[in-house]
């Protein structure tokens, strides 16, 4: 068939690095589907790059028609299916949140402008690079001609550590484990909630408050666990997380492009819009959802007790503060 076209920036960074093996080899469009790639990178990182190209070229990959790298954007953007927006400007030692946010919109300004101008309007946009919520509602705004609904951020790494925590506590395997939420925010403000999330003990399906039975603990050192795992691996690697973060990536990308699994949903960044949690609107918020022919929707009707309320409301808080600050931003910019 026709191959591909799949968009990664930040191409020469350590998470890429773990992503594009994975993308190559089959495991996120399937094993017949061929692909071209087209890596993006800053100017500086152009020789770096041409060493991730001959790695990929020895990999020796069916699937692999074409390896583009670029620091071009019109280039990179040009009739894409799919764009992995990985690159970002990194938080460094003392810079504010507001500085990282400044840096980013500019990225993520003309990379959405690039998105309109060069891409397919089919085209499905991932947002990796953090700030990413933020980021990602950035893209959209600047990419008017594209629906919003093609726009989606990764929380599905949250997702995972969620799932692999509750695994862990029961002895269970991960894919055990179905149904968690990550609400909100990319940040440590997520509400990580297994109230609605299932587990298969013994060949039985059962919630997980109830089969942790330990309410104290969920609601304590286990949302504390995923909401500052990054940083708890940044402290062990002296690196962020980049193995995990691709795999999730290729967990997210290949459920938008075949669908969620029957009786299961998944975390992603979304347009709240026309969401039934109360959620404000115009906010790109991590929200349960189930996919079918390449078309997420909310979960809906899920009923949501005070004390996740309490933790919704403030992710979205945050969100709010940070959206705001970024159209300012966006305006000067």
């Not at 076209?5 to 191409?11: I, P, Y």
């Not at 600047?142 to 726009?151: D, L, M, Q, V």
């Not at 692999?164 to 403000?189: C, E, F, M, P, Y």
């Amino acid at each position: 068939g026709e191959p591909v076209r799949v968009l990664v920036t930040g191409a020469a960074g350590q998470i890429a690095y773990s992503l594009l093996y994975s993308i190559a080899k089959g495991d996120v469009f399937g094993k017949d589907q061929p692909l071209v790639l087209v890596l993006l990178d800053i100017t500086p990182m152009m020789t770096v790059l041409e060493g991730v190209v001959m790695e990929l070229q020895d990999c020796a990959l069916p699937l692999l028609r074409e390896v583009i790298p670029t620091d071009k954007e019109e280039v990179a953007f040009k009739d894409l299916d799919v764009a992995i927006l990985v690159g970002s400007m990194p938080r460094r030692e003392g810079m504010e949140r507001k500085d990282l946010l400044k840096a980013n919109v500019k990225i993520f300004k003309s990379q959405g402008a690039a998105l309109d101008k060069y891409a397919k309007k089919t085209v499905k946009v991932v947002v990796v690079g953090n700030p990413a919520n933020t980021n990602c509602l950035i893209a959209s705004k600047s990419a008017p001609s594209i629906p919003k609904e093609n726009f989606s951020c990764l929380t599905r790494l949250d997702h995972n550590r969620a799932k692999s925590q509750i695994a862990l506590k029961l002895g269970v395997t991960a894919n055990d484990v179905k149904n968690v939420i990550i609400w909100g925010n990319h940040s440590s403000t997520q509400y990580p909630d297994v109230n609605h999330a299932k587990v298969n003990v013994k060949g039985k399906e059962v919630g997980v408050y109830e089969a942790i039975k330990d309410d104290s603990w969920l609601k304590g050192d286990f949302i504390l666990t995923v909401q500052q795992r990054g940083a708890a691996v940044i402290k062990a690697r002296k690196l962020s997380s980049a193995m995990s973060a691709a795999k999730a990536i290729c967990d997210h990308v290949r459920d938008i492009w075949f669908g969620t699994p029957a009786g299961e949903f998944v975390s992603m960044g979304v347009i709240s819009d026309g969401n039934s949690y109360g959620v404000p609107e115009d906010l790109l918020y991590s929200f349960p959802v189930v996919i079918k022919d390449k078309t997420w929707k909310f979960v809906e009707g899920l009923p949501i007790n005070d004390f996740s309320r309490e933790k919704m409301d403030l992710t979205a808080k945050e969100l709010a503060e940070e959206k705001e600050t970024a159209v300012e931003f966006l305006s000067s910019a």
